[in-house]
């Protein structure tokens, strides 16, 4: 996705997406091919904004390369994988998450107050908005489809290890399920456990096993499988 008119049609596509029962599979839904009449639509409303001067071609193609290229899930797992090579930053990024996700230069709308949550052996952590969809952009980029989903704002805090398990995650009965509600004024990113075998990578190469799904909570970060293409 690298132009305005395909940005403005996938965005056309989400708000327009209902909520899949099964939502393992809601992800696979936004990744279907946009309906052409959908298509023109977006081109019209696309070209009307312009000619009213209500959008700016060049911000827009702007907007559409930072939360791309900059923003997205990339900034959250660079965040993780310091905190998993160096104790001290993972110790104030608990403590003061603003604060030590400054330090590497993250922050800003929708991302000034977060609060880092670890999971652990004895832990796993689950984040939901149940109101809406409030979300740390500038660590995640772009939430979702999914995420902004009925089913999953709602079952996420009635059957928390029942919609783990539709993304794949099975837990021990004696692991505890901990859900975090996001507000407007406080959004939350899932630390996952740093994975077994792991030890001997870089801090760059660690960044690249942690999703946006598992700082969501409903994965967990792995190690590729051997003779997976990377």
């Given at each position: 996705?690298?132009?305005?008119?395909?940005?403005?049609?996938?965005?056309?596509a989400?708000?327009?997406?209902?909520?899949?029962?099964?939502?393992?599979?809601?992800e696979?839904?936004?990744?279907?091919?946009?309906?052409?009449?959908?298509?023109?639509?977006?081109?019209?409303?696309?070209?009307?904004?312009?000619?009213?001067g209500?959008?700016?071609?060049?911000?827009l193609d702007?907007?559409?390369?930072?939360?791309?290229?900059?923003?997205?899930?990339?900034?959250?797992?660079?965040?993780?994988?310091?905190?998993?090579?160096?104790?001290?930053?993972?110790?104030?990024?608990?403590?003061?998450?603003?604060?030590?996700?400054?330090?590497?230069?993250?922050?800003?709308?929708?991302?000034?107050?977060?609060?880092?949550?670890?999971?652990?052996?004895?832990?796993?952590?689950?984040?939901?908005?149940?109101?809406?969809?409030?979300?740390?952009?500038?660590?995640?980029?772009?939430?979702?489809?999914?995420y902004?989903?009925?089913?999953?704002?709602?079952?996420?805090?009635?059957?928390?290890?029942?919609?783990?398990?539709?993304?794949?995650v099975?837990?021990?009965?004696?692991?505890?399920?901990?859900?975090?509600?996001?507000?407007?004024?406080?959004?939350?990113?899932?630390?996952?456990?740093?994975?077994?075998?792991?030890?001997?990578?870089?801090?760059?190469?660690?960044?690249?096993?942690?999703?946006?799904d598992?700082?969501?909570?409903?994965?967990?970060?792995?190690?590729p499988?051997?003779?997976?293409?990377l």
């Amino acid at each position: 996705m690298g132009t305005r008119r395909e940005f403005l049609t996938v965005a056309a596509a989400a708000a327009g997406a209902t909520a899949a029962p099964d939502l393992a599979h809601a992800e696979a839904h936004d990744h279907q091919s946009v309906p052409s009449d959908l298509a023109l639509r977006t081109k019209s409303l696309e070209s009307l904004l312009v000619e009213k001067g209500l959008v700016d071609p060049a911000a827009l193609d702007v907007m559409v390369d930072a939360y791309e290229h900059k923003i997205g899930p990339r900034n959250g797992a660079r965040v993780i994988a310091r905190a998993w090579v160096d104790p001290s930053y993972k110790q104030r990024l608990l403590a003061d998450g603003p604060a030590a996700l400054k330090e590497l230069g993250y922050g800003g709308a929708q991302g000034e107050d977060t609060l880092v949550v670890e999971n652990t052996p004895r832990v796993h952590n689950l984040v939901v908005c149940t109101l809406c969809s409030c979300y740390p952009w500038p660590l995640l980029g772009l939430p979702p489809v999914w995420y902004k989903t009925a089913p999953y704002r709602s079952r996420a805090v009635i059957d928390p290890r029942g919609v783990l398990a539709e993304f794949g995650v099975t837990l021990a009965d004696d692991i505890e399920v901990r859900v975090w509600d996001s507000t407007a004024e406080l959004r939350y990113l899932v630390m996952p456990e740093r994975p077994a075998g792991s030890e001997q990578m870089s801090e760059e190469a660690l960044a690249a096993l942690v999703t946006r799904d598992a700082m969501i909570g409903v994965a967990k970060a792995a190690l590729p499988q051997k003779g997976a293409r990377l």
